[in-house]
Structure formats: structure tokens, C-alpha cells
């Protein structure tokens, strides 16, 4: 474990290769018999599975929220054998990254997609990885690994049920791509969906997109009645799925990254404090890892003098390295030489109760989000990973009532 200078330790790197969201597809690619992928979760031979992701879960929030959600906690309570129960996101703890590995397998270090907001050597200015892509970015010269529903042509059926909106877009074309995709806007369309996709398939996998914990987390915070009925929304969204999907599915629950909740005096505008932009170039990444790239030609002296005025203003509630320093720890895997300038030269993850916005590029509303994630705490860096197999052996048994 590698010492920050302010004394807090950072937390160890993802496990890559063992335990973390870029093993979920390969194992589920070897669960179904398909060749070349390493099932290092541990997951059963079965010909379906249908992988759940839940945009916005962390493992944290799910234990804490036990009674809002009786069907998953009845399935985490029955136990699932070796598969492991908890998961590490990518880091950045970010939609753009963690996708990015699920999709592909590999960690953001060799796919390039390091967070919300990445700067592009190539063009010289920051890009947006989610919502609003830069139209001269091409998705799959910027990411170019296959992904694993690609590898898995010719082997299983795959599908994406996901909102309509995503279908053909960038982010979609970057991480995800491969496959059929299956449009549908409720809860309770997709599910009838994704059930009626795998029953027409005897061997597939299903990928079924949720994102209402997410914007509910970002809108009204983790503590909010309306978070909790989103939860309590997905929760009866899989119990349905459970009871369609064809007998001995394997479903596999998981999240992207956690989330925590910002107060408004702690979303801080560094834009407006000039003596925290001296000397910086480009600002990306997300509120609660800020990348921070220098101006051309900054030499070591320079670089230490921007770490040291960032350290002297938040040095007690966030993680500031170098991006040496951040590779060396591991936090974005092993990096292909083409995705270090993507990287800042100095990163600051916050692990206090702060949110760093550039006012200069940020969207004003950006300032009323609640939840936040993106850094490497335990309750943004930590997933769920449920597993039961759709009427069988794997859900608990149902009491006989007397």
C-alpha cells in the first residue's frame, strides 16, 4: 500500500485479473464454453446468462439499504458458492471507465477511457466520454480493443437491453458494441424483453442496462427517499426478471461504482482561485478526481509547485499524485503508451466529503448534483456482485407456510 505525502494511505489497486469488473464478461464467455477467456469468477457452466448492471450501486450502500431491496438480500443471504460477493469498479470509479473494462476486459489503462472527461493529445483539447462526445472522435479508433461481445460472434447470441437513446451511441459503440440491441424505456418493458430474448436463444448472453439508482443518487443524494425507491424499483425489476427468464439462467447483479453524497459548501469551485490554476493547461476527469494537466513544456520544479499549493489547499481530504505515481500504484492496470498523455500529469482524488468543479468548463447545474463518484474510497470503489440461477438451485429455498 503506497503512502500518500499528507499521511492516508491509498487503498490498494483494482483487482485486475482476479476480482474486478473487467473479469465479469470473460468468466461469463467461459462459463458458456466459449474459447479463448479465463473464467476467473468462478461462475457455473450454463448456456444463458443475463448480466444486470445496476449504473450507480456501490456494495456499501447496497449492505445498508438491506431492507429496501427483500429479493436481492434474500439471494446475497442464501450465498453463491466461489463466486465472490464483491467486485472492484475501475478507476477511475466511473461510468465512462468501468464500462468500458466490462465491455472489453481490460483495465482503462490499455482501453483509454481514464474518465468522464479525458483530454485527447491527439486534438489537443478535453473530451466528453459520456453525454456529450466530441463528434471528431471516432469510438473505436479511441478505443479499439474488441469487446467481449465481439469475441463472442459465431459462439453465443448476445443482446443489449438497454433506453433506446443508447442504442448506436458513442459510448455504446466505444465499450459495448457487438451484438443485437434491444430498445425499451420502463422497468417492466425491458425485463419483459430481455426474458423474451433469452427464451428465443438457447445459448446467449444478455446484457440488461439499469440507470434509475444512478440519476436518482446524482439528483437527490444517497440518502434521499428518492433513492431508495429507485432501489426498491430495481430490486422488484430483478425478483421479475427471476421469474421469466428461462429455468437455470444465471443472473449476475452488479454495479458500476458506488456513490457519496457532497453537502453544497464542500462543491468547491477551483476555477475561481487563481493560484490553483496557475500553471495548468487542461482540467478533466470528474469532481472527485480531478485530472490536472500542466502547461507545455513544465519542467519538475513547476510540477512541484503546483502538487504543493493543491496539497497545502486540500492535501488533508484528497489522495495528489503524479500520474507516475498513480501508474506505479496501479491504479489504471498496466498502460498502453498511447493512453499516458491522456492522463493528467497530477491527479487529486478527493476521499473527504469534496467535489472539485472547474466553474470555467462546468455546466452551472453541475453544481446541484448531490451524489458523486470517482475516487478510490471504499463506498466508490466497491460493487455488488449477486448471482442466482432463474428457478433453480442457486435461489433460496421458499418456506412452507404451516
Not at 490554476?277 to 520544479?301: C, F, K, W, Y
Request: with cysteine.
Amino acid at each position: 500500500m503506497t503512502a500518500a505525502p499528507t499521511g492516508q494511505p491509498l487503498p490498494p489497486p483494482p483487482a485486475f485479473g482476479s476480482r474486478s469488473l473487467a473479469d465479469v464478461l470473460p468468466s461469463c464467455a467461459a462459463a458458456l464454453g466459449a474459447p479463448g477467456f479465463q473464467n476467473v469468477l468462478g461462475l457455473p457452466e450454463v448456456p444463458r446468462i443475463c448480466l444486470v448492471m445496476v449504473d450507480g450501486l456501490g456494495r456499501s450502500l447496497l449492505t445498508s439499504r438491506a431492507a429496501h431491496t427483500p429479493f436481492l438480500r434474500e439471494r446475497m443471504q442464501a450465498g453463491q458458492g466461489a463466486i465472490p460477493d464483491v467486485l472492484d469498479a475501475s478507476f477511475p470509479s466511473t461510468t465512462a471507465a468501468s464500462l468500458a473494462s466490462l465491455g472489453t476486459g481490460v483495465p482503462p489503462g490499455q482501453h483509454g477511457m481514464v474518465g468522464y472527461d479525458v483530454y485527447s493529445p491527439t486534438l489537443g483539447r478535453v473530451v466528453n466520454q459520456l453525454n456529450g462526445w466530441d463528434p471528431d472522435v471516432d469510438p473505436l479508433a479511441w478505443q479499439p480493443f474488441p469487446t467481449v461481445f465481439e469475441r463472442l460472434e459465431g459462439h453465443a447470441h448476445v443482446a443489449t437491453v438497454s433506453l433506446p437513446q443508447f442504442e448506436g451511441s458513442p459510448m455504446t459503440r466505444a465499450a459495448l458494441r457487438g451484438g443485437e440491441f434491444i430498445g425499451a424505456t420502463t422497468l417492466h418493458a425491458r425485463t419483459t424483453a430481455a426474458a423474451a430474448a433469452m427464451a428465443a436463444h438457447p445459448r446467449m448472453i444478455a446484457y440488461f442496462y439499469l440507470n434509475e439508482v444512478d440519476k436518482a443518487g446524482h439528483d437527490y443524494g444517497c440518502d434521499s427517499p428518492e433513492w431508495e425507491a429507485a432501489l426498491e424499483e430495481v430490486d422488484a425489476c430483478v425478483r421479475r426478471l427471476g421469474s421469466q427468464l428461462p429455468a437455470g439462467t444465471l443472473v449476475l447483479v452488479v454495479g458500476d461504482h458506488g456513490m457519496v453524497d457532497i453537502p453544497p459548501a464542500r462543491r468547491i469551485d477551483f476555477g475561481a482561485e487563481p493560484e490553483l490554476t496557475q500553471g495548468i493547461r487542461h482540467t478533466a476527469g470528474e469532481p472527485r478526481m480531478v485530472h490536472l494537466h500542466l502547461e507545455d513544456g513544465a519542467d519538475d520544479d513547476a510540477r512541484s509547485a503546483v502538487m504543493d499549493r493543491w496539497r497545502a489547499r486540500f492535501g488533508g481530504q484528497a489522495w495528489i499524485m503524479t500520474r507516475d505515481e498513480a501508474i506505479g500504484h496501479g491504479l489504471f492496470g498496466p498502460v498502453a503508451e498511447q493512453v499516458r498523455e491522456r492522463i493528467g500529469d497530477i491527479l487529486v482524488a478527493a476521499h473527504g466529503d469534496l467535489a472539485l468543479f472547474d466553474g470555467r468548463r462546468a455546466r452551472p447545474t453541475a453544481f446541484s448534483m448531490v451524489g458523486q463518484h470517482g475516487s478510490w474510497t471504499k463506498a466508490e470503489r466497491l460493487v455488488p456482485l449477486v448471482a442466482f440461477r432463474a428457478g433453480g438451485p442457486m435461489q433460496p429455498k421458499r418456506r412452507r407456510r404451516g
